[in-house]
C-alpha cells in the first residue's frame, strides 16, 4: 500500500483497527484528532494506533474545515466513523470531499449503516450481534447468550469489512477514475459471518437451541475441558481420524465410549471426556497430544499465548517499547513482506496543512 494516503478522522473500535491494517501494509495514514481533547478509551487504542501521523483539528472551525478539504485533494481515501449525517453538518460529507477530490473513497464506518430505521440510534457491539442474530447463538444449553468480547462485531465485523471495502473501491478507481463511498456497518458484516450458520440451520443441520450442536459446545468432541489445575484444554476433534487420536490419546478404547454420532448420547460421552481430562494438569494434557492429531491445545492468557513456542517462532506477538502487547501485521506476504510498524508517531502537522 506504499504511495496510498489515508486521512482518518479519530474515532474508536473499527475505524482505528482498520486503518492499523492499512498502515501496517505501508498506506501513509493520518489521523485527524480534535485539538485539546483526550480520545475516548485513548489508553486502550495505543496497539490500533500504531503507524499513524496525527494533526489536531477543531472541525467546528471554518478554517479547521478548510484545512481537512486541503488535505482531502491530495488523499486516496478518507475514513470516518460518526454517525449519519454528523460529516454532512460538518461540511466533510462525501458531496463536498468528491467534490474536491473526485478520485477520493470515502469510506463510512458505522453500527447500524447510513440508512434505516436504526441509523442513527446509539449502539454498541453487543446491540448489533444481537438484532444480527450471532449473539443468540453463542452460550450453553439453558444458560444465556455469551458475550465474543467485541471481537465480532466492532473488528470481524467492522473494521475488516471497512478494510475490505476501501481497497476495493481503490481497486475500482483504476478502471473508472473516480471514488465512491464506501458504507461498511457491523450488523451488516455480521450478518455476513452468519453464512455457514444460516446454511446450516436451512439445511436442517443447526438447531436455535443454544449449546446443542457440533460448533456451539454442544457436540463433546469439541469443547474446552476443565482439567486437575483448574486450567482448561480445548478439543476440536470434528473428523473421524482426529476423534480416533483423541481418544487413544485420552487411554480410550473406541468400544468404551457411546457413539458420537447420536446426540442422545453426547450427554454420557462428554461426562466420559471430562472425567479424563480432570486426572491431568493442563500443561500435561498438551505435552501428551503434542505431536497428534487430536486438535487438543491448552486454553492460554493473554500472556501464556505470547511466550507460547510456535508464536515466538513466527513472530505472532510483540511487545512495543512501553511493554503493550501487539500482534504482528497480516497477512504475510512471500515477495513484499513488511515489518508492521510498531509504536506510533506524531505529528504537528501533516503534509498540505
Known amino acids: 500500500m506504499s504511495g496510498l494516503r489515508v486521512l482518518e478522522l479519530a474515532a474508536i473500535g473499527p475505524v482505528p483497527f482498520a486503518c492499523m491494517l492499512l498502515a501496517d501494509l505501508g498506506a501513509e495514514v493520518v489521523r485527524v484528532d480534535r485539538p485539546g481533547v483526550d480520545r475516548a478509551f485513548g489508553a486502550w487504542h495505543r496497539v490500533l494506533d500504531r503507524g499513524r501521523r496525527t494533526v489536531a483539528l477543531d472541525l467546528k472551525d471554518p478554517a479547521a474545515v478548510e484545512a481537512l478539504l486541503r488535505l482531502v485533494e491530495g488523499a486516496d481515501i478518507l475514513v470516518e466513523g460518526y454517525r449519519p449525517g454528523v460529516c454532512e453538518r460538518l461540511g466533510i ?40 442474530g450471532a449473539l443468540h447463538a453463542m452460550g450453553r444449553a439453558g444458560g444465556p447468550p455469551v458475550i465474543p468480547l467485541n471481537l465480532l462485531g466492532d473488528f470481524a465485523g467492522g473494521g475488516l ?29 455480521t450478518a455476513a ?18 449449546g446443542t450442536n457440533v460448533l456451539d459446545g454442544g457436540a463433546p468432541y469439541y469443547d474446552v475441558y476443565l482439567c486437575a489445575d483448574g486450567r ?6 470434528l473428523e473421524d481420524r482426529f476423534y480416533a487420536a483423541l481418544l487413544a490419546g485420552l487411554g480410550l478404547a473406541p468400544d468404551e465410549v457411546p457413539d458420537r454420532t447420536d446426540r442422545a448420547d453426547w450427554p454420557v460421552l462428554r461426562a466420559r471426556l471430562a472425567a479424563c481430562f ?51 501485521a497480516v497477512p504475510r506476504f512471500g515477495r513484499t513482506p513488511t515489518a508492521g ?13
Open 93 to 132: 460529507g462525501p458531496e463536498v470531499c468528491l467534490a474536491r477530490n473526485p478520485r477520493l473513497v470515502y469510506g463510512r464506518m458505522t453500527g447500524w449503516g447510513q440508512d434505516g430505521p436504526l441509523a442513527r440510534a446509539p449502539g454498541h457491539d453487543i446491540n448489533y450481534l444481537a438484532l444480527s
Open 161 to 189: 469489512p471497512l478494510a475490505f471495502g476501501v481497497l476495493a473501491a481503490v481497486e475500482e478507481r483504476h478502471r473508472s477514475g473516480l471514488g465512491q463511498v464506501v458504507d461498511a456497518a457491523i450488523v451488516d458484516g
Open 193 to 210: 459471518l452468519l453464512g455457514m450458520l444460516a446454511g446450516m440451520t436451512a439445511a436442517g443441520e443447526w438447531r436455535p437451541e443454544r
Open 232 to 237: 482448561y484444554v480445548a478439543v476440536g476433534a
Open 278 to 328: 480432570l486426572t491431568r494438569s493442563r500443561d500435561g494434557w498438551a505435552a501428551a497430544f503434542e505431536g497428534t492429531e487430536a486438535c487438543v491445545t491448552p486454553v492460554l492468557t493473554l500472556e501464556e499465548a505470547v511466550e507460547h513456542p510456535h508464536h515466538r517462532a513466527r513472530g505472532v506477538y510483540r511487545r512495543t517499547a512501553d511493554g503493550v502487547v501487539e500482534a504482528a
Open 341 to 353: 510498524r510498531p509504536g506510533r508517531t506524531s505529528a504537528a502537522g501533516a503534509p498540505g496543512t
